[in-house]
C-alpha cells in the first residue's frame, strides 16, 4: 500500500511558477513510475507527466512540454513537478499517482494504482 500526500498548490499569475511535491508512504518508492495529472472543472482527468523508477525516462503532455518538469528524488520518496511560464488553461487540481506494475512509463489513469488527494492550482490572467 502506498499513501501519496501532494502539496505546493495555489493561486499564481500567468507567467508565473509553481513547484508541486507529492511525497509518498513505504520503502519500495523507487519501484513505482510516478505521473501527475490534472482535472479542470467538468473535464476528464488528463495526462500531465511522468517518470520512470530511476527518473532516466520522461514523457510529457504536448500542453506542458518546456514549461513543465518532472523529477524525484527516490532517497526522500518525492516526486516534483516544476511548473513554468503558467497558464489559466493550466488550472485545475493537480493529483499524483504511482503504478507498479512494471509495464513500463503509463500515459494513461487507468494504470495508475495509488492516487493523491490532490492540490488546487489556480493560474489568473
Known amino acids: 500500500q502506498v499513501q501519496l500526500v501532494e502539496s505546493g498548490g495555489g493561486l499564481v499569475q500567468a507567467g508565473g511558477s509553481l513547484r508541486l511535491s507529492c511525497t509518498a508512504s513505504g520503502r519500495t518508492f523507487s519501484s513505482y513510475v510516478m505521473g501527475w495529472f490534472r482535472q479542470a472543472p467538468g473535464k476528464d482527468r488528463d495526462f500531465v507527466a511522468a517518470i520512470s523508477w530511476l527518473g532516466t525516462t520522461t514523457y510529457y503532455a504536448d500542453s506542458v512540454k518546456g514549461r513543465f518538469t518532472i523529477s524525484r528524488d527516490n532517497a526522500k520518496n518525492t516526486v516534483y513537478l516544476q511548473m513554468n511560464s503558467l497558464k489559466p488553461e493550466d488550472t485545475g487540481v493537480y493529483y499524483c499517482?504511482?503504478?507498479?506494475?512494471?509495464?513500463?512509463?503509463?500515459?494513461?489513469?487507468?494504470?495508475?494504482?495509488?492516487w493523491g488527494q490532490g492540490t488546487q492550482v489556480t493560474v489568473s490572467s
Open positions: 499517482a504511482a503504478d507498479g506494475s512494471r509495464r513500463g512509463v503509463q500515459v494513461r489513469a487507468d494504470p495508475y494504482e495509488y
